[in-house]
């Protein structure tokens, strides 16, 4: 049986979640074909700045020479490219933190084009917005998955999905969800100071492009909105309270020397949460009717507050798991384990192609 052939659109080719996304491709493009029979292909890679098609597939690996600077209508001559070609199922990676992105999947589904999502900005915009795409997803017969929009890699959308469509409510949601704030604040009880846990994190790949975004909770935020919407809450981003991690209204290029202002004042409330044995824990919590975000000092044998750095944990409470929540855990945030958790919706999409059923 000849082999199906699915091809990719990697958007954010160059950045750390793309770069280690094209790695694994190149690692794994072999072993797909070997073991599902699938043909995976890199059609096409761009971000801001350059661009690289090869209509028999690029090399994953090593896409950075065949990357040329791009042209005004590069992206809208390959769209156009795929739309009118037959017989190759294609699918948008889109690995950016970009709206100018998010706003291009409408037109992508449109064109009969699926969507893989590490970038959450489409599904945390209005909650009709979040409808239209999953029922225009649904009406071209594409995929769109986004299972690393929340939590990484661990499987959570997913069996949060399935629990809706076996009709069993879900109650709440309540969670560490932050991977980058979960490393911060861990590093902070170990005595490292509030800038310099920071820094960790953002070397580490544990943040956001811009790190006051998860700073001021703002992918946290949008994390939240996500989840509570998969677990069919109607929620809109003015249903949820966010309490902010203290006043960090920093709007300059370099923030570390203004987040060491910040260092004492966070020392002094570690060390006080450490007396009266407590650690400080950013929960997300959501119902049907409400969301919000805080930080809280909970005590040192809380589940929530034994967590390694950059780990997650969910507790889902359904009608039917209320007093034994369903627990989902593991690493929150990170370059290779997203990357990992890409190429998963990637391959799951391929293999299921909902149009072909
Ligand atoms: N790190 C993690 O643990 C996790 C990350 N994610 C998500 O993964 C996404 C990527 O994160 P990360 O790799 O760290 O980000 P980076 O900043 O390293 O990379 C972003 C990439 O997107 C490209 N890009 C930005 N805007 C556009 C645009 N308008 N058109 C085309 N390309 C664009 C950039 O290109 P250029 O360099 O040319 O500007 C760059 O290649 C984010 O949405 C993040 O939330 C999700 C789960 C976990
Ligand atoms: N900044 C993020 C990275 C993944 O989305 C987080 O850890 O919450």
């Not at 700045?49 to 992206?75: H, K, N, Q, T």
């Not at 037959?86 to 064109?111: N, R, W």
Request: proline share 4%.
């Amino acid at each position: 049986m000849d082999a199906q052939r699915v091809d990719l659109i990697l958007i954010g080719a160059r950045g750390k979640v793309g770069a280690a996304f094209r790695q694994l491709l190149a690692r794994q493009q072999l072993a797909l074909l070997a073991e599902v029979n699938l043909d995976l292909r890199l059609l096409a890679a761009f971000d801001r700045r350059g661009f690289a098609f090869d209509a028999i597939g690029l090399a994953p690996g090593s896409l950075e020479g065949a990357m040329y600077a791009r042209a005004g209508a590069d992206v809208e001559r390959l769209i156009e490219f795929v739309a009118t070609r037959a017989g190759v199922p294609t699918i948008a990676v889109d690995c950016t933190a970009s709206d100018e992105i998010a706003d291009l999947y409408p037109q992508l589904f449109d064109k009969g084009i699926g969507v893989v999502a590490a970038n959450k900005r489409a599904n945390a915009r209005t909650l009709a917005f979040y409808h239209g795409l999953q029922r225009s997803a649904r009406e071209h017969g594409v995929p769109y998955r986004y299972e690393t929009t929340v939590g990484s890699a661990i499987p959570l959308l997913g069996p949060l999905r399935d629990l809706r469509l076996r009709g069993e409510r879900v109650e709440s949601l309540q969670g560490v969800l932050s991977g980058s704030l979960s490393y911060i604040l861990h590093r902070m009880h170990e005595g490292c100071p509030f800038s310099a846990a920071v820094v960790e994190a953002r070397d580490l790949g544990y943040t956001e492009p811009d790190v006051m975004e998860d700073l001021r909770a703002i992918d946290l935020s949008r994390k939240l909105l996500v989840l509570a919407r998969e677990a069919g809450f109607s929620m809109e981003v003015d249903d949820m309270r966010v309490e902010l991690l203290g006043d960090l209204q920093i709007d300059v290029d370099d923030v570390v020397p203004a987040l060491q202002l910040l260092d004492d004042g966070w020392r002094i409330r570690v060390e006080a949460a450490l007396a009266r044995g407590e650690r400080w824990v950013a929960v997300a919590e959501a119902t049907p009717d409400a969301a919000r975000i805080g930080l809280h000092s909970l005590p040192a044998h809380s589940p929530f507050a034994q967590l390694a750095p950059g780990q997650n944990l969910i507790e889902i409470r359904t009608e039917l798991q209320d007093r034994m929540p369903l627990r989902v855990s593991g690493p929150g945030a990170g370059v290779e384990i997203t990357a990992a958790g890409v190429l998963s919706d990637a391959v799951s999409a391929a293999m299921h192609w909902p149009s072909r059923h």
